[in-house]
């Protein structure tokens, strides 16, 4: 799957994930409008307030980060980010990324909060899964490491 | 003194035959006691036999534990990070007896002379008959890092240990060296040699593509009738640690949710007892004990901790023991279960160290042995030179071998600094001792052993040793990879373990200069993770330098300043 991800749709997201991937749907046909300057922003907050129209992230205990502690290869990161909240959209931004924003799902609220991919990390970074619930953003995140490795017991 | 059992036998025979009070007498009940050490009376009626990282030492050896074994946050103080007169102080170990020579560095030389060699998959077979003797049901686990260690192992593909495993009787085994031969391999040996024998468990190692399990989970074994469910974890970080391009399609990692759904599928599938059989190393197992629910016990290894006694560590189902069993033969952890009423109701546990002398070889095993070795032995038993120290490596820092192997490389490549993986197998060598090529396979001997050199800048030399020191000493766990830290030649620093990353590691200095951030160094390795790097293999480079003196000298240990620490009992 391409880097920089945004569907949007009302299908589960898991399955979209798995055509996108399987080269079935380009992102192109099925984006509404491509929030390019969302993408190419360089900080955090620039890039959630292009996307999501909002900064403030409240902490919260429902938004799971499925990733490695430590990135087998920095290239090809396997994540999985599921809420029990009613997601409007789920987003995820790698903190240390020269562009943080990796890839945002619109799910349209109705959808189980779910989606896993892949994204690509340059160095050891914050991982910051953003949910959109009720117009409210809400965020979890989990250190990845990308380490050099070779000298393990 | 070093009495071999025949000669202590020979003793009591004579001592009670003439009734004169020998002058070894004292001695011989000594070592009437040692042999206590292994009555060991069943209890309960589900016993599981675990051992781990035996490094395919098929033959008695010396290993000496380490001195410093930092622990730092939570870990600080606590198993396994305790070291001599500390370790001996938690456990209640009186100092100058066998457990104290076989738990810690302390008085090395000298105990190893009087209470001799340990291991030996000879000995060990006998020790496992006879705890199987009052245990007909028990279970034989093997924890991995059993197929790499040895020059027979490697130049047979690891199929000496595969066939000595059978032939101790294991039932269940795990991995992380094993896939050094990659994955081919791993594959042809599970499916020709192991079918129908042992199980391989990894619960945590998915192909890449599909995500879908490549080995077996876990395994159910009636155990006097009580379903006991053995899963097995692979060393999480083995694509980071070794070479991915050995196992390309397999993805690893610790999986906590899936370990989860793993136990909880064990119980629902009848399980009374589930028990891990793991390779996340000592640290990792306590901090997924805490988190994990519904495990009994986990038999750990990786870190090569021996710790004579279970952690207890609570969680929301209740307690699980987690239990590490050292590691290169010198143990054999023995766990006894009382089960009633569908769940465990009690435990005892010993961890044996297995003293060579104390044991008879058995004889099945001992020719196995004989035979794997013949072709080969004339080039293992070459003698390249003495020794005129102790030769170690296991520590957190340089050990005296890898000191010799830097020296090497140093020499070897006329570099002007040169590092070794912070790997924590490798036998000991005794002062005065030849030292045999054997002995330098023992530090060596894997399937990536070229030697390198490499230009790296002074600003990348620290980026290395940032990354490494954090992998040793990340405040989480789960960040760690279990190797000791990069072994260091020809270039001096300090350490502060209790900093973050980028902060631990200052004072360089090559030749007695500051590290200069912008130049370049000639910088010497070996075991490099990328695929085909070309050069010697480092056991031909260290052997040859041993080859030119007749007495080796051993560089003075460059071991770093350490910072940050103070009453820390991981540090004597």
């Known amino acids: 799957m391409k880097r920089r991800t945004f569907l949007k749709g009302t299908v589960a997201s898991g399955m979209l994930s798995v055509a996108a991937s399987a080269g079935l749907l380009t992102p192109r046909r099925v984006l509404a409008a491509w929030p390019e300057t969302a993408f190419t922003a360089k900080s955090i907050d620039d890039a959630l307030d292009t996307l999501l129209g909002d900064t403030t992230l409240a902490t919260s205990g429902d938004i799971k980060i499925k990733a490695p502690e430590i990135a087998e290869n920095g290239a090809v990161v396997p994540i999985t980010i599921s809420t029990g909240m009613a997601a409007e959209s789920i987003s995820v931004l790698i903190a240390k990324n020269p562009s943080p924003l990796a890839c945002s799902f619109a799910l349209g609220g109705s959808t189980l909060g779910f989606v896993s991919t892949r994204v690509k990390m340059g160095e050891t970074s914050d991982l910051i899964a953003v949910v959109k619930s009720g117009g409210k953003l809400y965020s979890a995140k989990k250190t990845v490491k990308v380490t050099i490795g070779g000298c393990g017991g | ?572």
């Open chain 2, 1 to 572: 003194m070093n009495i071999s059992r025949r000669e202590f036998l020979q003793m009591l025979a004579v001592a009670s035959a003439t009734g004169i009070s020998l002058p070894g007498q004292a001695v011989a009940k000594k070592q009437a006691a040692e042999k206590k050490l292994y009555d060991l009376p069943a209890f309960g009626n589900v016993s599981l036999l675990h051992f781990t990282d035996c490094h395919a030492q098929l033959m008695p050896i010396w290993f000496r534990e380490p001195d410093i074994n930092i622990g730092i946050a939570g870990m600080k103080g606590k198993a396994p990070h305790l070291v001599g007169k500390h370790f001996l102080a938690r456990y209640g170990i009186n100092p100058n007896t066998p457990q104290a020579h076989a738990f810690t560095y302390l008085n090395f030389v000298e105990a190893a002379k009087q209470y001799g060699k340990v291991g030996g998959f000879a000995h060990l077979a006998t020790l496992i008959k006879h705890i199987r003797s009052q245990r007909p049901e028990s279970l034989l686990l093997d924890g991995g890092d059993t197929w790499q260690g040895s020059a027979t192992s490697l130049w047979t593909n690891g199929q000496d240990m595969v066939d000595a495993t059978k032939l101790l009787g294991v039932d269940a085994m795990t991995g992380h060296w094993e896939f050094t031969y990659g994955a081919d391999r791993v594959k042809e040996i599970i499916e020709k040699d192991l079918n129908g024998h042992m199980d391989f468990l990894a619960q945590n190692i998915i192909d890449n593509q599909w995500e879908e399990d490549v080995f077996k989970s876990y395994v159910i074994k009636e155990i006097n009738g009580v379903p006991t469910a053995i899963i097995g974890q692979a060393f999480p970080y083995t694509p980071i640690a070794n070479p991915r391009y050995m196992i390309p399609d397999w993805n690893f990692g610790i999986r906590d949710d899936k370990m989860q759904k793993t136990v909880d599928a064990a119980r629902t599938d009848g399980a009374q007892v589930v028990v891990l059989l793991s390779h996340n190393g000592m640290d990792v197992d306590l901090k997924m004990a805490s988190r994990v629910r519904g495990i009994d016990a986990i038999m750990g290894g990786h870190t090569h901790d021996a710790v004579p006694e279970p952690v207890e560590v609570k969680n929301v189902g209740g307690i699980t023991l987690v239990i590490n069993s050292g590691s290169n033969g010198k143990f054999l952890s023995v766990l006894d279960f009382d089960v009633r009423k569908g769940k465990v109701q009690g435990y005892r546990y010993s961890l044996l160290p297995i003293f060579s002398n104390l044991l008879e070889p058995d004889a099945t095993m001992a020719a196995h042995i004989t035979n794997v070795r013949k072709p080969f032995k004339a080039k293992l038993e070459e003698k390249l030179g003495v020794a005129d120290e102790l030769l170690y490596r296991r520590g957190n820092f340089n050990g005296s071998f890898d000191q010799l192997i830097l020296d090497a490389l140093i020499d070897a490549q006329d570099a002007d600094i040169a590092f070794s993986p912070g790997f924590r197998w490798g036998v000991s060598v005794l002062p005065g001792e030849p030292i045999t090529f054997e002995h330098v396979m023992t530090q060596t001997a894997i399937t990536y052993p070229t030697v390198t050199l490499n230009q790296i800048t002074g600003e990348n030399i620290k980026l290395i040793l940032e990354d490494v020191a954090d992998n040793l000493f990340n405040t989480d766990p789960y960040y760690q990879q279990g190797g000791d830290m990069v072994r260091v030649g020809g270039l001096k620093f300090s350490i502060d373990p209790t900093k973050t990353i980028g902060h631990r590691i200052t004072d360089m200095e090559v030749n007695d200069k500051p590290l200069k951030a912008s130049k370049k160094y000639r910088v010497a390795g070996w075991a490099s993770v990328e695929p085909n790097r070309e050069g010697r293999p480092a056991w031909d480079v260290v052997a040859d330098y041993i080859r030119k003196q007749d007495t080796v000298k051993v560089n003075k240990l460059n071991i770093p300043n350490i910072k940050g620490i103070k009453n820390n009992p991981g540090l004597d």
